[in-house]
C-alpha cells in the first residue's frame, strides 16, 4: 500500500511529524475548527469514546469534547477521540514503520483539530502555500532560519552565523557563533498560546501576529536583507489597538537575546533582576536576554544557557519542550533557578565567549552597540579573522501608537573574511550602519521583497493547491525547501558554501559535505545557476587546501575534504593517517568533478570551464590515477575507502580499514576521468594522459549476472564480510542508486539496469528505511527513470522524503527518520538542508522526468504527476542560456522556451530524428505519443540545441 498525498498530508496536518498542528485551509464545513479526512484513520492512540456503544454519534459533541480536552488532537466519527501515538526505538518509528507503509485505514471519518485560521492578509499565500503557517508559534527547536547567504540566524536562538566564519584549525573547528542581535527580539507580554507565526517563503520574511492580553495586536517581521548582505532587521507594527479603546496605543514589553544588550528587567519576566550581562569571560550561565521557553501546553521556563560542547544552542530538542545537552551530561538544564556551572565545565558564560573575544566601542550620537570580536583560536592559514557587530539598542518598553504605530531595528554584521587584508570592520560596520539611519524602514522592506520575488520566480507548481491539501502540501514543501536553499547561499559570495545544517545553525558544525554537490546545490542548478556557481567558487577556492591534503596522503593531484572548513581545510584526520569518514571517505573527491560537469551540462559556459573549473577537474583526474591500484586483465581498483554507506556493517571492517571497489564511489571516478577527457577537448588543454582512458574503461563497478537478472552489488570489507552482512542486511544510502541518479548518464546506465537494481536492492528488505533524508530522493528518481515508470514506487519514496524526516509546521527536515521523542533525531542537529535539495529533485528530475546529460542535450522521461496534484509545472528553468516553461497533467506536456539558444525537443530513441523547435510559444505533445518509441536502453527524449539545417 502506498499512501496517498491526503493522508501525508493529514499526517503532517495532525502534529505526527511536529509538536504543533499545522493549520491547512480546507476546513470541515460541517464540523467548524476540524479537518475531515473521508475513510481514513492514522496512528493516534485513543484517548476515550464518547459515543454511546452503539457508535451513534453526534459530531458536534465529540468536537466540543476533543476542543475541551488539551491532549486531543483528533477525533474519528466513531466518536474515539485521539493523541498522537507513542512510538518505540528499533523496529517501529514515530512516523514511519520500519519496511511497510502504515496500516489500513479505518473505515470512519478523522477529523484533525486546527488551530485558529491565518490573519486575513496572510489567507492567500497560505492556500497558496507559500506562506506557512503556524498557531501557536512552534517549540524553538522547530523554528526556521533568516538568512541571505552570508548571514543567518534562527528565529529565537541565541546566535548568528556568517558563511565561510570559522572558529579554529583541523582538528578543533566549527562554524563560528556570534550573538543574535535581531532574530531573538521577542515580545514578552504577547500571549504566546495565541501568536500566530508565518514563514514567508516568497519574500524571504517570518512574520508574527501579536495577540497582547490588552486585546492589541501587532505584527513583527524578521528578516536578513537580501540585497544588503551585512543587515538583519525587524520591525514591529501596530495592527489594532486594546480592546477597549480600538485607537489607543498598544504598550510592549520587549525582550532580545543579545549578549551585550544589558538591561535590568524585573523578576517577573523570567530573568532574576540585573542578571544577562555579557562578561565574555566565564561565569554563572546567564539566561540570555530574558529568554523564555515555550513548552507545548503554552507555558514557558527560563533558558539559562547553552550547552557550548554540542552543535545545537538548545542541545538535543525533545518534543516535550526540553531541552539537554545529551543523555550523559546535563549541563543548563532548563529550570527555574540559574545553574551554578562555571566556564569549563560545559557552559561558557556567553553562548560566544569561547570562540571569539569581544571589544566594546563606546555608543555613537545614534546610540548603537558597537562590538567587536576576535576569533580566539585561529584558522589554518593562522589568520584570527574578526567581525563587527552594530545594533540598535532595545529597550524595555515600547509603545505604538495609532499615530506613530511601528518601530525598527537593524543590525550589520561584518566580518573580514573575503575582504581585503587591513580592512578596518568596527569602522565598515558603524559606517554602514551610520548610513542606514537614512533609508526608510518602508524601501528597505521593498528592496529585499523586490529581490526575493526575483529569486522565486522560477519555481514549481502543483495544480489543484488550491483545492487539494495533497497538493497544497506538496507545495508548501517545495516553498519552505526553496527557501531554506536559497537563504543559505548567494551569487556574490563563494566562500561558504552549503553545510548540511544551513548557515543559520552549528548544525553539522557547519562542515560542507559532499551534500553541497549531490543534493543542496543540484536542487537548485537548473532555477538558479548562478546560486550553483557560487557553491561550486568554494570548491575552486579550496583547490590549495586540496593540493596539500593529496599530498598529506601521499597523493597527487587534488584530495578534497570529507568535512571541510574555511578555504576547505579538513576538520579532522589531520595527520592524513586513519580510518572512518574523515580519512577514507573519500569519493567527495570525484563527486566536486562530477558537480561541475552538471554546471557545464546546464549551463554551457565554456569560458567558466576553461578558466575556473578546468584546473580543478585536472587535479581531480591526477588524484584518481594516484589512487587507483592496477589488477589483471587490464582492470583497475579502489582500495580501503569507505563507502557513502555510513551505517555499513562494521564487522565488514568497512570504516577501517575500508572496503575495496566501492560502486558509487568506482562510478564518480570513472565520470570524473571521462569527463576530464572531454572537458580539455572542449577547450583544447588535450591530449590527455593515455591513462586517464585506461583506467575509465578499466576501474571495476562490481556487478552479479546471476542475481536479480544482473544487477550491481556491494563490496566486500576487507575483513571477508559483506557491508550489509546480517542481521545490519541494510544499505544506507545505497551506494548502488547512485549509479542510475545521479550517475546513470554519465555511466550509460540504462532503463532496464535501473529497474533491475532498483528491484534488487530496494525491496524494502535490504535497503535502509531510516535515512530517508538522502535516500528517498535517490528512489523516487530512479523509480521514475524505470520503463515503464514505477508510480508506485516513486509514490512510496516521496512519502518518506515528507513524511519520515520532516516535522513542524515550517517543514524542518532531519538526515534520519524521526523517531520517539528527539526532534531532529541525528545527534543535535535540528535541521537537514540535504533533504530540501533532494525534495527539489524528486519534483524536478523525477516526476518532472528533467536530468542533465551528455553533450547532446538534457535527458526527457516519461513525466508523472504525483497523486494529489492535477498537474505539474516548472517555471523559468535555465538551461543553456534559455529560460524554459514545462507543464504537465500527465496525458499532456507544454514546453515553451525564450532565449539566444535554438532548442529543440526530440522523441525516443533521442538519438535520431529531427527535433521540434521550442518557441515562447506553448507547444503541446501527447505524453503516449511522444514516449511511444522508447527502446529498453534508450527510454528518454532528449531537450537540446537544435540541428544546424533544423527549422
Not at 554507506?645 to 571516478?669: F, H, I, L, R
Request: charged share 15%; with cysteine; proline share 7%.
Amino acid at each position: 500500500m502506498v499512501l496517498s498525498r491526503l493522508t501525508r498530508a493529514v499526517l503532517t496536518a495532525a502534529g505526527l511529524v511536529g509538536l504543533a498542528a499545522a493549520w491547512v485551509p480546507f476546513p470541515s464545513p460541517a464540523v467548524p475548527g476540524y479537518h475531515m479526512v473521508p475513510k481514513s484513520d492514522v496512528p493516534f492512540a485513543s484517548l476515550r469514546s464518547v459515543c454511546p456503544t452503539d457508535n451513534s454519534c453526534n459530531l458536534s459533541a465529540v468536537a466540543a469534547a476533543c476542543t475541551a480536552e488539551p491532549e486531543c488532537r483528533a477525533f474519528n466519527s466513531n466518536g474515539s477521540l485521539k493523541q498522537r501515538a507513542d512510538c518505540g526505538w528499533g523496529s517501529e518509528h514515530c512516523v514511519y514503520p520500519q519496511g511497510q507503509p502504515f496500516a489500513a485505514a479505518d473505515a470512519t471519518d478523522l477529523y484533525i483539530k486546527q488551530g485558529a485560521p491565518p490573519p486575513a492578509e496572510w489567507a492567500d499565500a497560505v492556500a497558496d502555500g507559500s506562506l506557512l503557517y503556524a498557531q501557536p508559534e512552534p517549540n524553538i527547536c522547530e523554528m526556521p532560519e533568516v538568512g541571505n547567504g552570508y548571514v543567518a540566524s534562527v528565529v529565537s536562538f541565541a546566535s548568528t552565523h556568517v558563511s565561510g566564519l570559522y572558529y579554529g584549525h583541523c582538528g578543533n573547528t566549527h562554524k563560528a557563533r556570534l550573538p543574535s542581535p535581531i532574530a531573538g527580539i521577542s515580545v514578552a507580554n504577547a500571549v504566546p498560546v495565541s501568536t500566530q507565526a508565518g514563514l514567508d517563503a516568497r519574500n524571504g520574511i517570518y512574520r508574527r501576529r501579536l495577540h497582547l492580553p490588552s486585546g492589541g495586536v501587532v505584527e513583527q517581521t524578521i528578516l536578513a536583507h537580501r540585497t544588503r548582505p551585512h543587515v538583519l532587521l525587524t520591525t514591529l507594527e501596530r495592527v489594532s489597538g486594546p480592546t477597549t479603546d480600538p485607537d489607543g496605543p498598544v504598550a510592549l514589553q520587549l525582550e532580545t537575546l543579545y549578549d551585550f544588550q544589558q538591561p535590568t528587567l524585573p523578576s517577573s519576566t523570567g530573568r532574576p533582576a540585573n542578571e544577562g550581562a555579557a562578561t565574555g569571560d566565564g561565569g554563572a550561565c546567564p539566561n540570555p536576554g530574558g529568554r523564555m521557553v515555550k513548552r507545548p501546553d503554552g507555558s514557558s521556563y527560563p533558558y539559562y544557557g547553552t550547552c557550548t560542547t554540542h552543535d545545537s544552542d538548545c542541545g538535543q530538542c525533545y518534543l516535550d519542550g526540553t531541552c539537554r545537552c545529551n543523555s550523559a551530561v546535563h549541563c543548563c538544564q532548563p529550570s527555574d533557578t540559574p545553574p551554578s556551572s562555571k566556564a569549563g565545565s560545559g557552559c561558557a558564560g556567553t553562548f560566544t565567549s569561547s570562540d571569539f573575544s569581544w571589544v566594546a566601542s563606546p555608543p555613537t550620537s545614534s546610540g548603537e552597540l558597537l562590538h567587536t570580536g576576535t576569533i580566539t583560536s585561529p584558522n589554518d592559514d593562522g589568520t584570527s579573522p574578526t567581525v563587527a557587530v552594530a545594533v540598535d539598542h532595545v529597550p524595555l518598553n515600547v509603545t505604538l501608537s495609532a499615530a506613530n504605530g511601528s518601530i525598527r531595528f537593524v543590525a550589520v554584521v561584518i566580518a573580514s573574511v573575503g575582504l581585503p587584508n587591513g580592512t578596518n570592520v568596527t569602522a565598515a560596520a558603524a559606517n554602514e550602519f551610520a548610513n542606514l539611519s537614512t533609508v526608510a524602514t518602508a524601501d528597505l522592506l521593498a528592496e529585499h521583497t523586490v529581490a526575493w520575488a526575483d529569486l522565486t520566480a522560477p519555481r514549481i507548481e502543483l495544480g489543484g493547491r488550491n483545492s487539494s491539501v495533497g497538493a497544497w502540501q506538496l507545495q508548501t514543501h517545495f516553498w519552505s525547501s526553496y527557501y531554506y536553499l536559497m537563504s543559505t547561499i548567494r551569487s556574490d559570495w563563494g566562500l561558504g558554501g552549503f553545510s548540511p545544517g544551513g548557515l543559520a545553525s552549528q548544525n553539522y558544525q557547519g562542515a560542507v559535505f559532499m551534500d553541497q554537490e549531490l543534493y543542496m546545490a543540484q536542487g537548485l542548478l537548473l532555477f538558479h545557476p548562478e546560486l550553483a556557481l557560487s557553491a561550486a567558487q568554494y570548491r575552486i577556492d579550496s583547490a590549495p587546501a586540496s593540493a596539500r591534503i593529496a599530498k598529506l596522503f601521499g597523493y597527487e593531484g587534488l584530495m578534497y575534504a570529507w568535512t571541510a572548513a574555511a578555504g576547505g581545510n579538513p576538520f579532522g584526520c589531520c595527520s592524513g593517517k586513519g580510518g572512518f569518514e574523515d580519512c577514507i571517505e573519500q569519493h567527495i573527491t570525484p563527486d566536486v568533478a562530477f558537480f561541475l560537469q552538471q554546471i557545464f551540462r546546464a549551463t554551457g559556459d565554456v569560458e567558466w570551464l576553461e578558466k575556473e573549473a578546468w584546473p580543478v577537474i585536472q587535479g581531480i583526474a591526477e588524484w584518481v590515477a594516484s589512487r587507483v591500484v592496477a589488477g589483471t586483465g587490464g582492470a583497475y581498483h579502489l582500495r580501503g575507502v569507505m563507502p557513502i554507506d555510513e551505517w555499513c556493517d562494521q564487522a565488514s571492517g568497512c570504516a577501517n580499514p575500508g572496503v575495496d571497489d566501492d560502486p558509487q564511489m568506482n562510478g564518480m571516478c570513472i565520470a570524473a576521468l571521462r569527463w576530464a577527457i572531454e572537458a580539455a577537448e572542449l577547450i583544447g588543454k588535450g591530449p590527455t594522459p593515455n591513462t586517464w582512458g585506461k583506467i575509465a574503461a578499466g576501474l571495476v563497478l562490481p556487478y552479479n549476472a546471476s542475481l536479480g537478472g544482473g544487477v550491481h552489488t556491494m563490496p566486500v570489507g576487507a575483513n571477508g564480510i559483506s557491508v550489509i552482512n546480517p542481521p545490519r542486511a541494510t544499505s544506507c544510502p545505497e551506494d548502488i542508486n547512485y549509479l542510475s541518479y545521479p550517475l546513470g548518464p554519465s555511466l550509460n546506465i540504462s532503463a532496464e539496469l535501473t529497474r533491475r537494481d532498483m528491484v534488487y536492492w530496494s525491496d524494502g528488505t535490504k535497503t535502509c528505511l531510516e535515512n530517508a533524508g538522502m535516500t528517498a530522493p535517490i528512489h523516487a528518481i530512479s523509480w521514475l527513470k524505470t520503463v515503464p515508470p514505477n508510480i508506485t514506487g516513486a509514490e512510496f519514496a516521496l512519502n518518506r522524503s515528507i513524511l519520515a524526516v520532516s516535522y513542524g509546521p515550517f517543514n524542518m527536515r532531519n538526515e534520519v527518520d524521526v523517531h520517539q521523542t528527539t526532534v531532529g533525531g541525528h545527534f543535535n542537529n535540528t535541521h537537514f538542508l540535504t533533504g530540501d535539495g533532494g525534495y527539489m529533485q524528486i519534483l524536478l528530475n523525477g516526476f518532472g522526468g528533467l536530468m542533465l546529460a551528455g553533450q547532446n542535450g538534457m535527458q526527457v522521461n516519461q513525466p508523472v504527476v504525483p497523486a494529489g496534484a492535477d498537474s505539474l509545472t516548472i517555471v523559468g528553468m535555465h538551461y543553456l542560456g534559455d529560460t524554459l516553461n514545462y507543464t504537465t497533467d500527465g496525458v499532456t506536456m507544454e514546453w515553451a522556451a525564450a532565449g539566444p539558444q535554438a532548442l529543440c525537443l526530440f522523441a525516443p530513441p533521442s538519438g535520431t530524428g529531427h527535433g521540434t523547435r521550442l518557441s515562447d510559444m506553448k507547444q503541446s505533445f501527447g505524453v503516449s505519443a511522444f514516449f511511444s518509441g522508447y527502446q529498453p536502453n534508450d527510454a528518454h527524449g532528449r531537450l537540446g540545441p537544435c540541428e544546424t539545417t533544423q527549422t
